[in-house]
């Protein structure tokens, strides 16, 4: 399987990671479908780019904690380019602090937005997605490091680590594999005010003494996406230069 010619869903595709997912992906040769919740000028913009290099794409906007704003972002795929091939579920919420000052409305949002959305996305998938496509799910280096104020956006993403494992085990008789990359500290809006006043502490912990950018995420995804990645199912690759 290439990307060339396929259709690619990419949730949370206005900025960022899955930003430079959805263009990487359309220089590969996908046809998008860019998703957004809020920023629609953004969406456009990566439209834009795409449509500018050649390829094919449309935005969508939605939210991806609501069964129905899912489903109809799958029906936007089909209606526009007759199937889905490929689904990078990419957004998030960030969320730090001791858990004692979180409240419950903050932590339900975050556990919808992280975590349900996988989950609804992934009930789609197994409904819709081409035989012998690609799942990629956007975790986290947070598990692995247990960052003491990351909780529970840390356990949101060990969650979408479960889910990838159990997703590739239901879905490898279909030729579809189901793969997960988790970025550690990444130069985007959501590397929050306390990392950013800590940058040499965490530049220092990486041994490629710097800071992850988005593309380099998105080189990964586009592997895994891709015709050579075709006996990987089930794992995490961390994407975090070595961070520790």
Known sequence: MSAEGKTAIVTGASRGIGRAIAERLGRDGAQ???????????????????RKAGGRAMSVAGDV????DVRAVYEAARTEFGGVDIVVNNAAMGAGGPIEYMSEAEFDRVVAVNLRSVFLSGQEAVRHL???GRIVNVGARVPAAAVSMLGVYGATKAGVEVLTR????????RGITVNAVGP????????GPD????LAMIVNGT????????ADVAGVVSFLTGADAGWITGQTIYVDGGFN
């Open 130 to 132: 081409a035989d012998g």
């Open 166 to 173: 159990s997703l590739a085990h239901q879905l490898g008789g």
């Open 184 to 191: 550690g500290p990444t130069d985007t809006d959501m590397l």
């Open 207 to 214: 041994p490629l003494g710097r800071l992850g950018l988005p």
């Open 65 to 68: 904690s609501s069964a129905a």
């Open 195 to 198: 990392a950013r006043a800590n």
């Open 32 to 50: 998008l479908v860019v998703h957004y919740q809020k920023n629609k000028e953004g969406a456009e913009e990566v439209v834009a780019a795409v």
